[in-house]
T-cell receptor, first 112, second 114 residues
Framework: QKEVEQNSGPLSVPEGAIASLNCTYSDRGSQSFFWYRQYSGKSPELIMSIYSNGDKEDGRFTAQLNKASQYVSLLIRDSQPSDSATYLCAVIEGSTLGRLYFGRGTQLTVWP | KAGVTQTPRYLIKTRGQQVTLSCSPISGHRSVSWYQQTPGQGLQFLFEYFSETQRNKGNFPGRFSGRQFSNSRSEMNVSTLELGDSALYLC?????????????FGPGTRLTVL
């Protein structure tokens, strides 16, 4: 059974702080890793993808991947109230290519 | 470039009926995947289509089926609806199949079964 686990949340941070979202996955064959943001009542929106170990930065967002520890994280710097949403970690593992396995999500609230 | 479109956006059906949902991928994308999202189970994979062929299927009963047309548009069908089928149905398109490229979601179809 493939599992993707996210820190349970909800996570609440003040405006301007760094929000740290974590995700672990069970299958060592996992190859592709994604973070989606989902606002209440909306569909998931892709914000970051990462495929190799290390950090990947895009604006205020940094994704970190450690395949040895089966761990992927998302850091949001200078958090804004508009970042308040549920963040979903998604993983594609080798033997079922194309199938995204999702975590249950972490709800983030950024308060002014 | 236009995003993924799904129709209809909302549906209300009664138990025992069947329903067909439609998805048009981003222009140039040939892979379409379908997901079901519920508060209890989260986001779960239904199936993936590429070049009119089902490449991958999730753990859903045979009441859930799909197909893809030559223009990459896809439909999914749910027969003999049950109350538990009430969910947000999402389709996602990608340029390549098999998770080799990013998946972008449409706005979803909210299905309510009474």
């Amino acid at each position: 059974q493939k599992e993707v686990e996210q820190n349970s949340g909800p996570l609440s941070v003040p405006e301007g702080a760094i929000a740290s979202l974590n995700c672990t996955y069970s299958d060592r064959g996992s190859q592709s890793f994604f973070w989606y943001r989902q606002y209440s009542g909306k569909s998931p929106e892709l914000i970051m993808s990462i495929y190799s170990n290390g950090d990947k930065e895009d604006g205020r967002f940094t994704a970190q991947l450690n395949k040895a520890s089966q761990y992927v994280s998302l850091l949001i710097r200078d958090s804004q109230p508009s970042d308040s949403a549920t963040y979903l970690c998604a993983v594609i593992e080798g033997s079922t290519l194309g199938r995204l396995y999702f975590g249950r999500g972490t709800q983030l609230t950024v308060w002014p | 470039k236009a995003g993924v479109t799904q129709t209809p956006r909302y549906l209300i059906k009664t138990r025992g009926q069947q329903v067909t949902l439609s998805c048009s991928p981003i222009s140039g994308h040939r892979s379409v995947s379908w997901y079901q999202q519920t508060p209890g189970q989260g986001l779960q994979f239904l199936f993936e289509y590429f070049s009119e062929t089902q490449r991958n299927k999730g753990n859903f009963p045979g009441r859930f089926s799909g197909r893809q047309f030559s223009n990459s548009r896809s439909e999914m069908n749910v027969s003999t609806l049950e109350l538990g089928d009430s969910a947000l149905y999402l389709c996602a398109s990608s340029f390549l199949a098999g998770g080799l490229s990013e998946q972008f979601f449409g706005p979803g179809t909210r299905l309510t079964v009474l």
